[in-house]
């Protein structure tokens, strides 16, 4: 494993509305990751914020409201990763339940449309006589400012729902539902786009009550908490308060068998028990299955499974889908092994690659690219921009993935502006951005980003730590402390699942499927026996039976040949060297 720096997280003074009910434990785990009360701890759905608070969403609803009463053709416009899928199903769902008869979705293909509305999508609907009168954009649409206006040109209304950072121009869209535009008062900033098109959906409810469209307060919701969850997760969006909220009850929705059967079905090609599934499982589990659809070939089959109706056709698709996941594994692995290669080709050490690292391969897969740079990411600790050709070959498409403290979105528009057109187009987050450049701009964006990652960060920022919760106690290694961590979550994006550091006698260890370290441990100092696995360590690994172990790991429940017994999932390890011999 790279060598790592361990940093415990620390912690506040304690707050003085602090109740007494909670262990000692988990008030420190929630301390630390800034929960001031056991309000914050609530996540009942009558602590969501208002959808009333969202700019934009009054005229959003009444637009759909109406078009719904007319019978006119909605067309949704969605994205093709997890979240685009999600918000997709939600709207097509939400909006039948709402009364629509006319509705339809597509999805920009990956390779041929690139990323959200574009006029050429506009044109080829106008082509196929498919041209509706209102289109819903999900997870997408705030860049789209020449797609937005093909659209108006031929008569359609557009109503925009979005999560991601506004540009300086904004769509002329008949309305705009984004948290992160201008002026919007609303406090969850961090909402993925699937639980934006969820807030429209309880907006357009209550109006259409109102209007006298249902008996009562009209349909049930809830029962779509499950795609709201997934969506969440798997865009690796911040859990706030709100966001814990939507995944914590979608979680419990699944848990109970109440899902999509798409869900479900995804779940069990994983092999995963839906009923004691965590977030963690959604986000690594659900989440790069659906996914494998986008990046391989088209997301609609994602999509056909979450709205499958039946068993047997969702076990289907999703059978399919985790066919294309392990496709993309292969692809991916092939492809880190060719960056790996480019990087010793640099005859650099560490210290001296470029701070920001921008690699290229004409052979590699456009849609793999942002895995391969995350995997890269992981290995240098550096931001890390993967580039593909295009399908027309005049372009590079890039990702980019990012480290703490550096905002990658801010870095490229700070890139555009010292080099107009330089960067065809760019959007994405803090953490996660995408973009495209000419084929012949490589070199020249290569030195730009390196130089803006320079003037960024200092070079403190480039050292790899691990951070953690400091260590547990030998009582505290218990299988009962790993199920109330797991009970305890949903644990996510700035709200990390817990991990401990500590010293560790190995009384042996030995490696499984070729790849894996295997090990019996004993915390130092004393303690009971625990098994420890840590994941992909490779076959060539420290005795550690020989120095003792540091380790941070993760107290999981492990169930084999039916007995459940406490195991630790380890994140990272190395020598702790307290002995040259320890037994």
């Known amino acids: 494993m790279t060598p ?107 390779f041929s449309d690139g990323y959200g509305l574009t006029p050429g999508i506009i044109e080829r609907l106008e082509e196929e006589g498919a041209l509706p009168d209102l289109l819903i954009t ?23 729902t979005d999560h991601h950072l506004p540009g300086e121009a904004l769509p002329d869209a008949d309305a705009i539902v984004n948290p992160n535009q201008k002026g919007c008062p609303f ?47 798997a865009d690796v969006v911040p859990l706030d308060h709100n966001n814990r909220i939507f995944v914590e009850q979608g979680l419990r929705r699944i848990r109970q068998g109440e899902a999509r059967p ?6 069990e090609v994983a092999g995963r028990d839906h009923t004691q599934i965590s977030a963690t499982d959604l ?11 986008g990046r391989l070939d088209d997301m609609s089959l994602g999509i056909a499974c979450l709205l499958a109706d039946s068993r047997e056709e969702a076990r289907r698709l999703a059978t399919e889908l985790d066919q294309m996941n392990r496709e993309r594994r292969n692809i991916e692995t092939g492809m880190k092994e060719q960056a790996q290669e480019l990087l010793a080709s640099l005859s650099l050490d560490i210290e001296g690659l470029p701070w920001g690292l921008a690699l290229y391969d004409p052979d590699w897969h456009q849609g793999v690219i942002g895995i391969l740079a995350a995997r890269i990411r992981e290995q240098t600790h550096r931001p890390v921009i993967a580039f593909a050709p295009d399908d027309g070959g005049e372009l590079l498409k890039g990702s980019a993935r990012s480290i703490p403290g550096l905002h990658i ?28 450049i000419g084929t012949d701009r490589l070199e020249t964006f290569s030195a730009a980003f390196d130089q803006v990652v320079r003037e960024t960060i200092t070079a403190d920022a ?87 172990a540091r380790i941070v ?30 037994r």
Request: overall charge neutral; some cysteine; proline content about 5%.
């Open 409 to 436: 979105r801010d870095v490229l528009a700070a890139v555009d502006a010292r080099h107009p057109g330089l960067l065809k187009k760019f959007g994405g987050h803090a953490m996660a951005a995408g973009m495209s």
């Open 4 to 110: 790592r720096k361990i940093v415990r997280r620390s912690l506040p003074d304690q707050p003085s509305d602090w109740g007494q009910a909670l262990p000692p434990l988990l008030k420190r785990l929630y301390l630390a990751r800034g929960v001031r009360s056991e309000a914050e701890l609530n996540y009942t759905l009558r602590e969501l914020a208002s959808p009333f608070d969202l700019r934009g969403i009054g005229r959003a609803v009444t637009l759909i409201a109406d078009a719904i009463r007319q019978h006119q053709r909605i067309l949704i416009l969605g994205d093709f990763d997890a979240d685009g899928a999600t918000s997709t199903a939600v709207a097509m769902l939400g909006l039948q339940m709402m009364g629509a008869t006319s509705l339809d979705f597509r999805v920009p293909s990956r």
């Open 138 to 160: 999900v997870d997408n649409g705030i860049a789209a400012v020449d797609g937005v206006v093909a659209a108006v040109r031929r008569g359609i209304r557009v109503v925009v």
């Open 283 to 293: 986000g690594f589990v659900v989440g790069p299955r659906l996914n494998a659809a």
């Open 462 to 548: 480039l050292e790899a730590s691990i951070t953690t919760d400091g260590p547990l106690a030998p009582h505290e290694l218990t299988l009962e402390t790993a199920y109330t961590l797991k009970r305890s979550g949903p644990w996510g994006q700035h709200f990390p699942e817990p991990a401990f550091d500590g010293e560790f006698e190995v009384i042996n260890q030995r490696i499984v499927g070729e790849k894996h370290l295997k090990m019996v441990l004993r915390p130092q100092g004393g303690g009971a026996v625990i098994d420890g696995i840590a994941f992909n360590t490779g076959a060539e690994v420290p005795d550690f039976t020989r120095t003792g």
């Open 187 to 233: 406090l969850s900033k961090n909402a993925a786009g699937v639980g934006v098109m969820f807030y429209v959906l309880t907006a357009l409810r209550r109006h259409l009550a109102e209007q006298g469209m249902f008996e009562g307060k009209g349909p049930n919701l809830g029962c779509l908490l499950d795609l709201v969850a997934l969506g969440t997760v």
């Open 553 to 582: 790991y993760k107290p999981d429940a492990n169930t084999f040949r039916g007995r459940t017994q406490l195991q630790l999932l380890v994140d990272y390890i190395e020598p702790a060297d307290f002995g040259t011999e320890v």
């Open 262 to 267: 798409g869900i479900l079905a995804l779940l």
